[in-house]
T-cell receptor, first 117, second 115 residues
Framework: DQQVKQNSPSLSVQEGRISILNCDYT??????FLWYKKYPAEGPTFLIS?????DKNEDGRFTVFLNKSAKHLSLHIVPSQPGDSAVYFC????????????????FGKGTKLSVKP | DARVTQTPRHKVTEMGQEVTMRCQPI?????VFWYRQTMMQGLELLAY????????DSGMPKDRFSAEMPDATLATLKIQPSEPRDSAVYFC?????????????FGPGTRLTVL
């Protein structure tokens, strides 16, 4: 029973175009969402996050959108660059001590993004 | 440049052997996590510690896995005996509580292959 789902295992995009990575969640207690980026042979690194009180957060070429009613978030990368090629993990967290939550992150299975020159 | 370190980076062993993976968290971080990454399950939380005390190890197969923090600078994950299905990349992460969630900085991982 996956609480955080990334239904697209892979995505291929042309350099300069927009990459859109999607993530769905089932637990309505989640109030904090993060995206991590992972290169081969390295650990995941934090990319961008959003709190449930917002519906958009932007950091340079990266924007995360949150649709709470649909329990859906997406990561937009504009413009995409070959160096963005990596696996992107969506993660979510519920408040500590709310419904048994310990504030830990629940990760999706990841989407492998390939940006072609 | 503070980072989480993990040793070994790669480990190949035979079924039935004991495997020990080590992690040095970032200095000052009081929370340490162990994750396993597989193609089928993605990133699974195995166990985590706060101030060296184990808080949750429900994600770990209890009969063969054990996790400890002998001191604040070392966390270990042990598998005994190892099985082929344990083949995966094991990540350690460290962090500090940030309001309602636990921040996490990941190490480079230990790639384990059990033959």
């Amino acid at each position: 029973d996956q609480q955080v789902k990334q239904n697209s295992p892979s995505l291929s995009v042309q350099e300069g175009r927009i990459s859109i990575l999607n993530c769905d969640y089932t637990n309505s207690m989640f109030d904090y969402f993060l995206w991590y980026k992972k290169y081969p042979a390295e650990g995941p690194t934090f990319l961008i996050s959003i709190s449930s009180i917002k519906d958009k957060n932007e950091d340079g070429r990266f924007t995360v959108f949150l649709n709470k009613s649909a329990k859906h978030l997406s990561l937009h990368i504009v413009p995409s660059q070959p160096g963005d090629s990596a696996v992107y993990f969506c993660a979510a967290s519920a408040p500590v001590n709310y419904g048994g939550s310990q504030g830990n992150l629940i990760f999706g299975k990841g989407t492998k993004l390939s940006v072609k020159p | 440049d503070a980072r989480v370190t993990q040793t070994p980076r790669h480990k190949v062993t035979e079924m039935g052997q004991e495997v020990t993976m080590r992690c040095q968290p970032i200095l000052g971080h009081n929370t340490v996590f162990w994750y396993r990454q597989t193609m089928m399950q993605g990133l699974e939380l195995l166990a985590y510690f706060r101030n060296r005390a184990p808080l949750d190890d429900s994600g770990m197969p209890k009969d063969r896995f054990s996790a400890e923090m002998p001191d604040a600078t070392l966390a270990t994950l042990k598998i005994q005996p190892s099985e082929p299905r344990d083949s995966a990349v094991y990540f350690c992460a460290s962090g500090r509580p940030q309001g309602s969630y636990n921040e996490q900085f990941f190490g480079p991982g230990t790639r384990l292959t059990v033959l």
